[in-house]
């Protein structure tokens, strides 16, 4: 192969590479725009879902229209306030905190750490 045959070689591959480039270049810009647009639709879904749950506790719409879905969201949101008031029944029996101060009448309990426990550990295997 001469000089002018590899640079014919060259320009070929580069323009390839560079129309290749801009292909996965604009795939990449409309996925991210997609993924805005997504989570904007997610949110208005999710806007428009609780105004009709409203409604729908309201007795303005038969939720029957929309079983066996209401019926399950329903569900799904007892079991979620009943975990929640799990969640806060067992936080005020915690003696340590979410990488919070909590302080009791007699004393004052920081977290455990896990970078604490391994250095105990190595200090450990050091002696």
């Known amino acids: 192969m001469d000089k002018s045959e590899g640079k014919d070689w060259f320009a070929k591959t580069l323009n390839n590479v560079t129309e290749e480039t801009a292909k996965v270049y604009r795939i ?39 079983e066996p879905e209401y019926t399950s969201l329903v569900q799904i949101s007892e079991k979620m306030e009943e975990m929640e008031s799990e969640i806060e029944a067992i936080k005020g029996n915690l003696k340590f905190g979410f990488g ?27 002696k």
């Open 28 to 66: 990449s810009r409309l996925k991210l725009e997609m993924n805005s647009l997504n989570k904007t639709y997610n949110e208005k879904m999710h806007k428009i879902s609780k105004r009709l749950l409203k409604l729908i506790e309201q007795g303005e719409i038969d939720g029957s229209l929309f």
């Open 100 to 126: 919070k101060k909590k302080t009791d009448d007699d004393e004052k309990i920081v977290d455990v750490k896990a970078e604490t426990i391994e250095n105990d550990d190595k200090k450990e295997e050091n």
